[in-house]
C-alpha cells in the first residue's frame, strides 16, 4: 500500500549541498539521545510507582471493606437481646 506522500518521493526543487562533518551537530545528536533515554528512564519508574500505588490502594480498600464488615457483624450483635445470643 503506497504511502499519501508518495508523491514527493524524489522531488526536490533544488538539489541539497553536500554537508560537511560539523561536530556541533554531533553533540546536539548525542544529547537529544541521552535526552531521550532519560526521559524513557523517567516514564518507566512513574509506571513503577503507578503500579505501586494501585496495589497498595487495592489493599487499603480491602481493609476498609473487612473493618466495616466486622463492625456492622458487631452491631448487629450488640443489637440482639442477651438472651438471643446463648
Known amino acids: 500500500m503506497a504511502a499519501a506522500s508518495d508523491w514527493r518521493t524524489g522531488y526536490r ?14 553533540a546536539r545528536r548525542r544529547v537529544r539521545a541521552w535526552s531521550r533515554d532519560l526521559a524513557r528512564l523517567m516514564l518507566v519508574v512513574s509506571l513503577l510507582v503507578l503500579g505501586v500505588l494501585a496495589v497498595e490502594m487495592g489493599r487499603k480498600a480491602m481493609t476498609v471493606m473487612v473493618h466495616a464488615q466486622t463492625a456492622q457483624t458487631g452491631a448487629q450483635v450488640a443489637a440482639q437481646p442477651a438472651a438471643a445470643r446463648g
Open 13 to 26: 526543487r533544488y538539489p541539497r549541498p553536500a554537508r560537511r562533518p560539523d561536530p556541533h551537530r554531533a
